[in-house]
């Protein structure tokens, strides 16, 4: 008795189960990560009112961004390094560097409501030094009032 040879026919598609299933581990892992990814310097930020910087404007222009925190400490979120505190030398010379490259580019003071008046005009000072002619500030809006509450 002859056994038969069952051949098997050849399959010309990719199965791309196994490609999504990987994906979607990595989608996972990116969004969770994503969030712890953001550097930041913690400061709380005056209140005000004042009118926002124009959207298309930042979107051509990355504003420099120093941010004075409620040790007095100096941070600058462009160049290597922007979550350690720099010394005023430092701030000045990336700031000169960034305005070299690009005049237009905002220049942003951020600093936290406890830091004394002095400590953010000495940080304005080194802006002006490094070639800033424009500072603006951050600050966090204002809430409305709720009607007919006191």
Known sequence: M???????????????????????????????????????????????????LDPQFLAR??????????????????????????????VQARTAAVLRRDPETPVLVQADRTVPYGRVMRAMVLLQAAGASKVGFLTDPLRARPRGGR
């Open 2 to 52: 002859a056994a038969r040879v069952r051949r098997r026919k050849m399959m010309g598609e990719i199965n791309v189960v196994p490609y999504i299933d990987v994906m979607l581990v990595l989608l996972i892992i990116f969004m969770i990560t994503a969030p712890l990814m953001k550097q930041g310097v913690k400061v709380n930020l005056p209140a005000a009112g004042a009118k926002p």
């Open 61 to 90: 222009h990355e504003p420099l961004i120093l941010t004075v925190d409620a040790g007095g400490r100096m941070y600058v979120n462009i160049g290597r390094g922007a979550d350690r505190p720099l010394d005023e030398q430092t």
